[in-house]
């Protein structure tokens, strides 16, 4: 029998990189329950693992933003932020060692988007935070932080949780 996910995978990245027309295609059939479940994030975590390591870390922004916005809506499915689901960012996040402008950028929107979070999340955001922008310091030979929207180069890893299941789904 044909591994369909590994044959999406190839057909998307046949050409090394994702384009517009493929993100469209995902948006449309990814979302098209109206939902993204933790089977889905896991095939963009693939996805977009397999992306940087074609593109050398450079992933196209309406991926990028295609991405961060499965990974939102799934772990703020109940509005909170919970520790397992902070410690599944963290793996995430953490996976290269370094927190990126799109990482940094996402982090943000799911802090103010979440109407709670754990103490587990708030010492990420903590740690992310301040480790993005001393090294967008450093790489700028100032003080402020790389402009938004720097390709992302960050390799995510690992399932999305739940606080029951260890995974989110439909």
Do not use: H
């Amino acid at each position: 029998m044909a591994d369909w996910r590994k044959m999406a995978l190839a057909a998307i990245l046949a050409d090394g990189k994702i384009d517009e027309n493929e993100v469209k295609l995902l948006r449309k059939e990814l979302w098209e329950d109206g939902q993204i479940d933790a089977d889905e994030v896991t095939f963009l975590i693939e996805l977009r693992n397999l992306a940087q390591k074609k593109a050398k870390g450079e992933v196209s922004a309406g991926f990028e933003k295609l991405f961060f916005k499965a990974i939102t809506e799934n772990v703020l499915k109940d509005g909170t932020v919970d520790a397992d689901e902070a410690r599944w960012l963290r793996t995430m996040l953490f996976a290269d060692g370094k927190i990126d402008a799109g990482e940094y950028d996402f982090l943000k929107k799911l802090k103010k988007g979440a109407t709670s979070t754990s103490p587990e999340f708030d010492a990420l955001y903590t740690e992310c935070v301040g480790k993005y922008e001393k090294s967008a310091a450093k790489a700028a030979g100032g003080d402020k932080p790389a402009a938004k929207g720097a390709g992302a180069k960050g390799k995510a890893q690992g399932k999305p949780r739940t606080k029951s299941s260890g995974a989110k789904g439909k």
